[in-house]
């Protein structure tokens, strides 16, 4: 009878901080103590007694969630809507922008139809799980470092009048929808230079057909960058997440905002001012396809502007960012 009681208590205080488990230990011995003398009075504990009341008190794990005071999991029910919304807008918008991707490919080039599909197939099963993870982390983020901003979002078994949030001022109010296309603008660019970038430059068309592409990236090391731009695409998809269960701008979503913003940005300066990400060979490529003549006007106009890609990409990256950041910071000081 004692070792079903040892078991039992044992398999409760594993479940629980260590600070906690002496004290549940003890308290819960002695409540297994009275509740069997409850029912055996005279103190002719049987084991049938000890099992009765095991049962009564229920599975291990459901005691050691009563006494840890707090549920465990990822994404709690409070947010559980709002995120598989935002999962399904990203799958959704994801998987219908690569397939009419791969439709136009496999139009444009019917003989590479097979690897094409194989392609289309690939990338599903590896960006699927990417997109999952990097939604689920948002969300899990908010659940977990930002529990004060669900203290409004009720069950409906919980739900009362008075728990009803307050109108948002205008000011500092996010639309959902400006949070959907900045999910989805992230997708499509997980897409677009993931699985895709070979696409990413001047196409050349012979017999209305593409027949080759100035790629503007430098096809043999831009796998090195792929984590890295997975990264920055993340942190994206992260931020405009926590802008949808918000919806509206406050102190903490502004520092979110900063955090996602500066790291996204080094990253950026970091692959973009690599020496191998753009391709070495794109003015020798240009001229080879008859695009421009070396040595004429536009030759140099089309390698200055190459030359200077990487400033102007860099600068138009810094300033998105930032805005984001700055526009966050004045809606909340407008609302106070």
Same mark, same amino acid.
């Given at each position: 009878m004692m070792e079903m009681i040892d078991r $039992?208590? /044992?398999?409760?205080?594993?479940?629980?901080?260590?600070?906690? @488990?002496?004290?549940?230990?003890? =308290?819960?011995?002695?409540?297994?103590?009275?509740?069997?003398?409850?029912?055996?009075k005279e103190g002719n504990i049987t =084991? =049938?007694?000890?099992?009765?009341?095991? &049962?009564?008190?229920?599975?291990?794990?459901?005691?050691?969630? @009563? $006494?840890?005071?707090?549920k465990r999991y990822i994404i709690g029910p409070e947010i559980y809507d709002l995120f598989m919304i935002v999962l399904k807008i990203s799958l959704v918008s994801y998987i219908a922008v690569q397939t009419v991707i791969s439709f136009i490919q496999m139009v444009m080039t019917p003989v590479e139809i097979l690897n094409i599909f194989i392609d289309f197939i690939v990338s599903i099963v590896i960006t699927i799980p990417i997109i999952i993870g990097w939604v689920t982390l948002a969300f899990g983020i908010v659940q977990h470092f930002a529990p004060d901003s669900l203290g409004k979002i009720q069950l409906e078994k919980d739900w009362s009048p008075a728990s009803l949030p307050l109108v948002p001022d205008h000011r500092r109010q996010i639309n959902r929808k400006e949070a959907i296309v900045g999910i989805i603008f992230y997708v499509l660019f997980i897409i677009a230079l993931a699985f895709n970038s070979e696409y990413f430059g001047i196409w050349i068309f012979e017999n209305d057909k593409l027949a080759y592409v100035i790629s503007f990236l430098n096809e043999k090391t831009f796998n090195? $960058?792929?984590?890295?731009?997975?990264?920055?695409?993340?942190?994206?998809?992260?931020?405009?997440?926590?802008?949808?269960? /918000?919806?509206k701008w406050t102190y903490s979503l502004v520092i979110f905002t900063a955090i996602a913003n500066i790291l996204s940005l080094i990253f950026i300066m970091f692959i973009?001012?690599?020496?191998?990400?753009?391709?070495?060979?794109?003015?020798?490529?240009?001229?080879?396809?008859?695009? &421009?003549? =070396?040595?004429?006007?536009? /030759?140099?106009? &089309?390698?200055?502007?190459?030359? @200077?890609?990487?400033?102007?990409?860099?600068?138009?990256?810094?300033?998105?960012?930032v805005w984001d950041i700055v526009a966050g910071y004045i809606k909340v000081r407008k609302g106070k």
């Amino acid at each position: 009878m004692m070792e079903m009681i040892d078991r $039992y208590v /044992y398999a409760v205080v594993k479940r629980l901080p260590t600070d906690q @488990r002496k004290d549940v230990e003890q =308290e819960l011995r002695s409540l297994i103590e009275d509740m069997l003398e409850e029912r055996n009075k005279e103190g002719n504990i049987t =084991e =049938e007694h000890v099992n009765d009341v095991l &049962v009564e008190l229920g599975s291990p794990g459901k005691m050691a969630e @009563r $006494y840890r005071g707090t549920k465990r999991y990822i994404i709690g029910p409070e947010i559980y809507d709002l995120f598989m919304i935002v999962l399904k807008i990203s799958l959704v918008s994801y998987i219908a922008v690569q397939t009419v991707i791969s439709f136009i490919q496999m139009v444009m080039t019917p003989v590479e139809i097979l690897n094409i599909f194989i392609d289309f197939i690939v990338s599903i099963v590896i960006t699927i799980p990417i997109i999952i993870g990097w939604v689920t982390l948002a969300f899990g983020i908010v659940q977990h470092f930002a529990p004060d901003s669900l203290g409004k979002i009720q069950l409906e078994k919980d739900w009362s009048p008075a728990s009803l949030p307050l109108v948002p001022d205008h000011r500092r109010q996010i639309n959902r929808k400006e949070a959907i296309v900045g999910i989805i603008f992230y997708v499509l660019f997980i897409i677009a230079l993931a699985f895709n970038s070979e696409y990413f430059g001047i196409w050349i068309f012979e017999n209305d057909k593409l027949a080759y592409v100035i790629s503007f990236l430098n096809e043999k090391t831009f796998n090195s $960058y792929f984590i890295l731009l997975l990264i920055v695409f993340g942190f994206g998809i992260i931020k405009e997440s926590m802008k949808f269960i /918000y919806e509206k701008w406050t102190y903490s979503l502004v520092i979110f905002t900063a955090i996602a913003n500066i790291l996204s940005l080094i990253f950026i300066m970091f692959i973009i001012t690599g020496d191998n990400l753009w391709n070495p060979e794109f003015m020798n490529e240009l001229v080879q396809h008859n695009f &421009v003549k =070396e040595g004429s006007e536009g /030759y140099d106009t &089309v390698r200055l502007l190459w030359e @200077r890609l990487t400033q102007w990409v860099m600068l138009f990256f810094a300033f998105a960012l930032v805005w984001d950041i700055v526009a966050g910071y004045i809606k909340v000081r407008k609302g106070k």
